[in-house]
């Protein structure tokens, strides 16, 4: 089982973390997290650029000169794709770009992702972390204290509403809880902070 040091919010060690071998050990696959990684962005792709046809473009009614004897090449229309502010030929139709991979396949890459973590020194385990009132400077005094750099991802066990508004005003960290935890968030983020109840639901959702 791998250790990791355990942290209190002044950044010092009060001990060590036994990590579950079936999550935070698995062997790391980069092609698996690349697929993973691949799907969620075009999961988030909105899909609305619309262009129109000639048959939308307004105007074009009348043809532009007679068909012949004017020496002009042919046209009968001024909304023509060959023409300026004329009709797209080909261009993108609103549609989704969402698809959708096996659970088993994004359940490892989700392993797979905290393993790196693990096997880089990227992940830091805190006894926990709790706000009284919401202090962005409370926030930056734990990371600093934790050396957690610009960009962290900082996962809990439940929703908290003082520490999520402790750490949305700080560019690159982000909150997110187990139940929401993905592939691409972990690889995203330099650090990966979790409180120990978090790293013992993570153990109980994804072990086996």
């Known amino acids: 089982m791998p250790k990791v040091a355990l942290y209190n919010m002044q950044g010092q060690q009060v001990g060590e973390v036994e990590l579950s071998d079936s999550v935070f050990g698995v062997e790391?696959?980069?092609e698996v997290m690349h697929q993973v990684v691949l799907s969620y962005l075009a999961n988030q792709r909105?899909?609305?650029a619309y262009t129109k046809t000639r048959a939308e473009v307004r105007g074009g009614g009348r043809k532009p000169?007679?068909?012949k004897g004017t020496g002009r090449a042919r046209h009968g229309s001024i909304?023509?794709?060959?023409?300026r502010k004329g009709g797209i030929v080909f261009g993108?139709?609103?549609r989704s770009f969402r698809y959708?991979?096996?659970k088993k396949l994004k359940r490892f890459a989700l392993k797979s992702a905290l393993s790196a973590k693990v096997k880089d020194n990227e992940i830091i385990v805190l006894d926990r972390l709790t706000m009284e009132t919401p202090k962005t400077k409370e926030m930056v005094k734990v990371l600093s204290n934790l050396k957690a750099g610009t960009k962290?991802?900082?996962?809990?066990?439940?929703?908290d509403v003082n520490v999520v508004k402790s750490a949305r005003n700080i560019p690159g960290v982000t909150t997110t809880t187990v139940n929401t935890l993905n592939a691409y968030d972990i690889l995203n983020h330099d650090k990966l902070i979790m409180?120990?109840?978090a790293v013992k639901r993570v153990e109980e959702v994804y072990a086996g």
């Open 92 to 94: 993108p139709k609103p």
């Open 100 to 102: 959708t991979l096996p």
């Open 195 to 197: 409180t120990v109840d």
């Open 65 to 67: 000169w007679r068909q």
């Open 46 to 48: 909105v899909g609305t």
């Open 28 to 30: 790391v696959k980069p």
């Open 79 to 83: 909304r023509s794709p060959l023409w």
């Open 152 to 159: 962290s991802l900082i996962v809990l066990d439940a929703p």
